[in-house]
């Protein structure tokens, strides 16, 4: 069975840019999760999608996030712009009626 | 809201040690509690999960144990060995998942 993929795995830009993050979750796992996991802290939730639709999305900065998640499958997670504090690693996670979380390899963002 | 909480943030022993990770969390109405594993510059690889009707599971040299009416979960490493160095996270389940900020556990040869 495959995993949950995730890419790029490493992305560097300049602050105000924009960048995006795309995920494949494991196949069949209709709820998808974002993570936010700053260096030291453990995983923040960032949105969590139910098939195509959103269950919630509280702690997402609207001003400069945002993410969709077409058809229930793959997603993406966009920063518009970046701040310096958005630097962190980015997970995607899936799970099948939040029994079991699995997650992806991450995606390393470094803002300079 | 639910706060989850791990002791200690690092840990340091030398191998063969038998060791005890601690995760204590605020709200009992939980589905279900996960141990993870993260090695620097990776993802989250789960190593137990333990459902709410079940008290403890196992997998080789690991034990985790959970009593909900307390709060609490603990991850029992018998015989470290330096390969088990990682950040050791728990998360509980309530249609989300919530995450301690892990343990960092050192094995030295």
Same mark, same amino acid.
């Given at each position: 069975e495959a995993g949950v993929a995730q890419s790029p795995r490493y992305k560097i830009i300049e602050k105000r840019q924009s960048v995006a993050f795309w995920c494949n979750p494991i196949s069949g796992h209709a709820t998808l999760y974002w993570y936010q996991q700053i260096l030291g802290q453990g995983p923040k939730l960032l949105i969590q999608f139910q098939n195509n639709g959103v269950? /919630? /999305?509280? #702690?997402?900065?609207k001003d400069r996030f945002s993410a969709e998640r077409l058809k229930g499958v793959d997603s993406t997670l966009k920063i #518009?712009?970046?701040?310096?504090? /958005?630097?962190a690693v980015y997970l995607c996670a899936s799970s099948l009626e939040s029994i079991e979380a699995f997650f992806g390899q991450g995606t390393r963002l470094t803002v300079v | 809201k639910q706060e989850v909480t791990q002791i200690p943030a690092a840990l340091s022993v030398p191998e063969g040690e038998n060791l005890v990770l601690n995760c204590s969390f605020t709200?009992?109405?939980?589905y279900n509690l996960q141990w993870f594993r993260q090695d620097p510059g990776k993802g989250l690889t789960s190593l137990l999960l333990i459902q709410s009707s079940q008290r403890e599971q196992t997998s080789g040299r690991l034990n985790a144990s959970l009593d909900k009416s307390s709060g609490r979960s603990t991850l029992y490493i018998a015989a470290?060995?330096?390969?088990?160095s990682a950040t050791y996270l728990c998360a509980v389940s309530f249609n989300k998942f919530y995450f301690g900020s892990g343990t960092k556990l050192n094995v030295k040869p």
């Open positions: 269950v /919630d /999305d509280s #702690q997402l900065p #518009q712009p970046a701040k310096l504090e /958005d630097s | 709200d009992s109405a939980i470290s060995q330096p390969g088990d």
